[in-house]
């Protein structure tokens, strides 16, 4: 008897031709803005942008990857809705602006991250889950997550009673423990 | 009233306010986004935001528009301050709710007006914590658990002569199974190597004879019982499993479409084979064996003590640890068989997917790809699987090890004794017969007590489904309404398909009897939302619709949708003839109405060129049609079904001007007298419309008749201005 051992399977999938790259002129109402004409300045509440000299007040931020590029790919809304443009890479920002649009961004995308569980008691039904977050620690109750959690390759995403969701963003790279808690009632 | 410890939610401990507080809500992240305590409080006419470190307070008045602003995962409470913005608080989704109404309600404490906390109070489930729906008693989550074995023996109760035939059978066949080894007995120390006296050759060959007789008819009636037991528990087991489908099955045609919203079709599937499938094979034949086993173990252990209780006691020496081996590998057993099974359903998944978009692939000529998507899905299930049987057989040799060792210990122990002509070989061998026996039920127990808990749990989510209540539903006091006039009115009505991210937003809107509505807007304002709300796919968060002056909740769902023709935007055909379509909602139509009701929807004239022509086969999902021709036979249905209330949601999108005209002159002569509301993108569509009702962003913002609303020049006006000048660019082009 054999035994696998995971890996690649017998005989490669043969792979597709290269493919032909979009032409730049097609791109015209997409403004990537350049990390040295910006500036993101906090006031009071809200985040203002400058960008070539011009002031725009209570912009909104969208990420447009958050799970795949957290700190990449921004979108800058104006005050009506339109964008503004597109921040590709957060960390090309100066420091200052850099930690207003983090700042911004962490209220405006509230998934936690887990990354440690401390306990999971199941309890007529219900999962109470007790974990460690990029946001501190917290308490939450789960139905059985088989039904709600998504996989996406090594992620894993679940919601809680609530509505709120939890990202695992990389299950191989919780600790053990942690991992075979989410493995038993995922 | 006086509510002084803070309302909804209590004031932290050892805080006091002079004046009296009018609310306290407590929020569950900090200004920097981590989890933590923050309270907004009004007392007298001052809002305090209290945080553990400090407070900040705005006087009531100077905060203007005051607004619960939505964000991904939950909100931030935010205000005017001297024309600055500011966030008052942030919350998670588990608060959202109240939040929301807390904006509402500082919105008019500002404005000087007075008003009350209207917020639903958020009932959770004392026991789980589970939210419940407003207005129920009963948590879905864990009530029903601790009844499933009830409620599965519940559905035994129709067939219990057959269930209790079934057990009698099970008695039956444990004790034939007891008999052969005895026979042993006998066998050794009267016939083949009897000690003392010796009875003549003669009768010990009779005794031989009877005692093979014994076996064989003990044999025979064996298989028998045994085949019948088969085939009973088989018949009985897939009649239950069969009620709980059918149940399962009826139940989710009536629950309501935000339970399909929250849920992947496909988990929803597995649902029904995965867990009914279990559940069979539990019923069919773990209930069976575990009877049988536990009968036998008890049987056999009577014997064995009954025969030698000191030579028993060995036997026993390995049974605690088989159990422990076998709770061992359980866990890790369970682990891989979930993982089976979700792989198993992944790749079930990824196959119905491509195959129902192989156009697609061939299209963009991704084969290549989709095919090595498979090959590594179907790998990760081979090797799952590998794991899984891995598992199983050390998991069965462990066992067996132990289970031979009783046996070598018997061997030793029992043999002296025979030895020392303390037993009989007879005796012994019987023994060693019984014993060989005896370990087999004590696997098979130790494995299906867990099998049986799985299976619970299968149970339990399929009961879960069934427990869940249709969120739409008829209200007790529903009336019946036979004849539907055909006045809609919305009156403030707000709703979103996620709470708290309102779609629609306080819509007004009064549509007469016989009246065309034409309903326009940009894509995503909210049109489609509108009629779902009409047909009651959804209920509305906070305001009402109402036909014919009653309650759209009032209305018995029948009643009601009975009388609503819907062509929805996109379209959808059962796989069947098209006569079969376009009857779909009134299955005894006869030849002639469905070739009126084609008649009227234009779909006659390409009908007739099929090569069947109303008996066309077409395939699922409309296979074998051109995008028109399936928007025709779903007026065509709307048509059949003769609705007071005809819903054309962009039904005519996909047909060229000229049919087009020819469909709305026809629904035009059937339109009198019916209440039409038609959603369109392409203006000229609409131009029989009474009146038109424009939305944007889930507002109603113009309602008026085309003229009106032209002269108005408003949002109306920009978008035939916009449609016009796109228009005037084709007919250039071309
Ligand atoms: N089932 C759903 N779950 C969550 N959001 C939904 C759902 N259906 C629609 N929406 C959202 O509700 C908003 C209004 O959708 P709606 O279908 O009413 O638009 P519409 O006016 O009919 O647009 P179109 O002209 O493109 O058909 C959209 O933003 C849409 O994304
Ligand atoms: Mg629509």
Known sequence: MHFWHGGRPPGGAPKPGPSIPLPKELST??????????????????????????????????????????????SVIDEDGREIGIVERLRSLEPESQRALREELRKRYVVPRILKVRSCREHFGLVEWEVETDRGPRRFLTRNLRETAQRMGVRLMFSDVDGNRYDVPDLRALDPKSRALIERYS | MGRAEGFPDPLPEGVKFSEQVRLCLEADLLPDGSFGRQWLVVAGDQVTILREDGRTTFPLRELKEPKAEPVVGGGILTAK????????VHYTNSRSGKFSEAAKLLEKWSRGEEAEWEGKEEERCPKCGFPLEPGTKVCPVCTPKRRTLVRLAGYLKPYWPQAIGLSLLAILNTALGLLPPYLNKPLMDEVLAPKGHVAPLRERLKLLGILVIILALSRVLMAAVGAAQGWLSAWLGNRITHDIRSRLYHHLQYLSL??????????????????TGQLQRFLVWSVQDLIVDSLLLLGIGVVLFWMNWKLALWVLVPAPLVTFVAQAFWHKLRLYMHRFFYRWSRLNALLSETLSGLKIVRAFAQEPREVSKFTKRSWELAYTGVQVERAWALAFSGTSLLIMLGTILVWYVG??????????????????????????PMRALSWLVNWCSRSLTAAERVFEILDTRPEVE????????????GRIEFRDVSFGYEKNKPVLKEVNLEVRPGEMIGLVGHSGAGK???????????????????????????????????????????????????????????????????IRAAKIANAHD???????????????????????????????????????ILILDEATSQVDVETERQIQEAIGRLVKGRTTIAIAHRLSTLKNADRLVVLKEGRVVEVGTHDELMEKK?????????????????AVER
């Open chain 2, 714 to 730: 408003g949002e109306f006006y920009r978008l035939v201005q916009t449609y016009r000048e796109v228009s005037k660019v084709r």
């Open chain 2, 474 to 485: 008829d209200a007790e006091d529903a009336v019946p309404m036979p004849r539907i006039e």
């Open chain 2, 81 to 88: 301050h001297n024309g600055r913005p500011v966030e008052l």
């Open chain 2, 528 to 594: 489609t939302t509108t009629i779902n709300l009409i047909c009651r796919f959804y209920d509305v968060d906070s305001g009402e619709i109402l036909v014919d002056g009653v309650p759209l909740r009032k209305i018995r769902l029948q009643d009601l949708r009975r009388q609503i023709g819907i062509v929805p935007q996109d379209t959808f055909l059962f796989s069947g003839t098209i006569a079969e379509n376009i009857s779909y909602a009134k299955p005894d139509a006869t030849r002639e109405e469905i």
């Open chain 2, 415 to 440: 043999g002296r004794q025979v030895l020392f002509e303390r037993i009989s070989l007879g005796t012994l061998m019987a023994f060693l017969m019984y014993v060989g026996m005896f370990y087999a």
């Open chain 1, 29 to 74: 109402e997409f403004r990537v803005l350049k990390p040295e004409a910006l500036r993101f300045f906090r006031e009071g509440g809200s985040l203002g942008l400058e960008v070539d000299g011009k002031i725009y007040e209570n912009v909104k931020v969208v990420p447009l990857f958050p799970l795949s590029d957290d700190e990449g790919w921004i």
């Open chain 2, 606 to 644: 390409f009908i007739l060129r099929k090569p069947d022509g109303y008996d066309t086969v077409i395939g699922e999902g409309g296979q074998g049609l051109s995008s028109g021709e399936k928007q025709r036979i779903a007026i065509a249905r709307a048509v059949l079904h003769n609705p007071r």
């Open chain 2, 258 to 275: 935000s339970f399909y919203d929250r849920r992947q079709m496909g988990t929803v599937i597995s649902r029904i084979n995965q867990d």
